[in-house]
């Protein structure tokens, strides 16, 4: 008996192994209501100008503050190939709509493979991502070659190679390296730029279902339209310097990135599964220009720290609905030679939201 389990055995789980689709696929609906308090994250002396006399900004805003609405799809499909691999591919479509400045609505995509071996307990897994924002609305400005103000859009498009290596069973270590651009519209093509991101990063998994991560990323950013031909993209120099930025002077930038996030299951909840996550974003921006402060004011001798404190509730509510909550708070301090600087950059954005997932499988 004992001869005969032995023999059959294997050949019963090869049986069951074979049985396993070849494809499997999913698919993520999500719907957020989203109240954002500075929709164009405008400093505190713009939007003082704007609640006395909208005119001043000549923005189209209907209001500083807005609520948004955002839907998602994801749809993803796995493939079991042959040499013991899981190749997965999969798609992120996310619509934001305002209700008071449509004009700001955008539309981000990303699309992204993935490897990894077919076993229990890999070691190692490697991704490819493209990422996209086909328009977004930036400010309204001044051309300076034509002396009226437009409004500023960029189209963002990101490219990323990036490997994970199980380290042990509860540490992951990644590697990842990106290239990617802004192109502006006809208007103010002297922001074009193209950049470089290196990055690194660890995730830990604690007892008790407490996760870690943290990340450093160096950014090296080249802006490639500042010496365009038939641009003026210098100010003259009996004009007086500006007290808001335009599209001249050389925007290039090197900057620094620290991220860390801490989740966990909160175990006092019992009667639906409930993820507690609080993450923070850290940059350090150092602008490179080598021209001088009086022919780029807004550039030389620039320093920017930007600080994102983000805290949020994710709920189970069944096995294919989640309900998501979260708070954001967002600030940027500008340092630079001249005050007019940090009165037009310095800002602070607050967000907070509700989402409703549902999984399809």
């Given amino acids: 008996m004992l001869l005969l389990f032995a023999l059959t055995a294997p050949c019963g789980a090869a049986r069951r192994h074979a049985r396993l689709p070849t494809f499997e696929w999913g698919l993520d609906v999500s719907a957020a209501a989203v109240y954002n308090d500075n929709i164009l994250r405008l400093?505190?002396?713009?939007?003082?100008?704007?609640?006395?006399?909208?005119?001043?900004?000549?923005?189209?805003?209907?209001?500083?503050?807005?609520?948004e609405t955002e839907i998602a799809l994801s749809p993803r499909v796995q493939w079991r190939a042959p040499q013991k691999l899981m190749l997965s591919a999969d798609y992120r479509m996310k619509a934001v709509s305002r209700v008071r400045n449509g004009f700001t609505d955008y539309q981000t995509h990303q699309f992204a493979v993935s490897a990894r071996p077919r076993v229990i307990g890999y070691r190692w897994s490697a991704r490819a991502r493209v990422s996209a924002i086909p328009s977004f609305y930036l400010r309204a400005y001044r051309?300076?070659?034509?002396?009226?103000?437009?409004?500023?859009?960029?189209?963002?498009?990101?490219?990323?190679?990036?490997?994970?290596?199980?380290?042990?069973?509860?540490?992951?270590?990644?590697?990842?390296?990106?290239?990617?651009?802004?192109?502006?519209?006809?208007?103010?093509?002297?922001?074009?730029?193209?950049?470089?991101?290196?990055?690194?990063?660890?995730?830990?998994?604690?007892?008790?279902?407490?996760r870690l991560n943290g990340s450093y990323a160096r950014?090296?950013?080249?802006?490639?339209?500042?010496?365009?031909?038939?641009?003026?993209?210098?100010?003259?120099?009996?004009?007086?310097?500006?007290?808001?930025?335009t599209e001249y002077g050389d925007a290039g930038f090197h900057e620094?990135?620290?991220?860390?996030?801490?989740?966990?299951?909160?175990?006092?909840?019992?009667?639906?599964?409930t993820e507690a996550d609080v993450g923070y974003r850290w940059r350090r921006r150092v602008y490179v220009?080598?021209?001088?402060?009086?022919?780029?004011?807004?550039?030389?001798?620039?320093?920017?720290?930007?600080?994102?404190?983000?805290?949020?509730?994710?709920?189970?509510?069944?096995?294919?609905?989640?309900?998501?909550?979260?708070?954001?708070?967002?600030?940027?301090?500008?340092?630079?030679p001249l005050s007019s600087v940090p009165a037009a950059k310095d800002f602070i954005r607050r967000e907070v939201g509700l989402q409703v997932t549902y999984s399809l499988r």
């Avoid at 990055?199 to 830990?204: K, P």
């Avoid at 339209?225 to 310097?241: F, M, R």
């Avoid at 620094?256 to 599964?273: C, G, H, M, Q």
């Fill in 43 to 67: 400093s505190g002396r713009d939007t003082r100008s704007f609640l006395s006399d909208p005119a001043t900004l000549t923005e189209p805003l209907k209001s500083v503050d807005d609520l």
């Fill in 143 to 210: 051309d300076r070659d034509y002396g009226e103000r437009h409004a500023a859009r960029f189209a963002n498009y990101e490219y990323e190679g990036s490997v994970r290596y199980r380290v042990r069973r509860d540490f992951w270590a990644e590697a990842a390296a990106a290239w990617g651009s802004y192109y502006y519209n006809s208007k103010f093509t002297e922001y074009d730029s193209e950049y470089w991101t290196m990055a690194a990063g660890v995730r830990y998994a604690l007892p008790h279902e407490i």
């Fill in 219 to 245: 950014v090296l950013s080249v802006n490639i339209g500042k010496d365009q031909t038939g641009a003026t993209t210098i100010p003259p120099s009996d004009e007086p310097l500006p007290i808001e930025d």
């Fill in 256 to 273: 620094d990135e620290i991220r860390t996030a801490i989740s966990a299951v909160l175990p006092w909840i019992k009667f639906v599964k």
């Fill in 289 to 336: 220009t080598n021209r001088s402060l009086e022919s780029d004011p807004f550039h030389r001798g620039r320093l920017d720290y930007r600080h994102v404190v983000t805290a949020g509730l994710t709920s189970s509510l069944r096995a294919d609905t989640k309900l998501s909550s979260y708070f954001s708070y967002e600030t940027r301090t500008a340092h630079s």
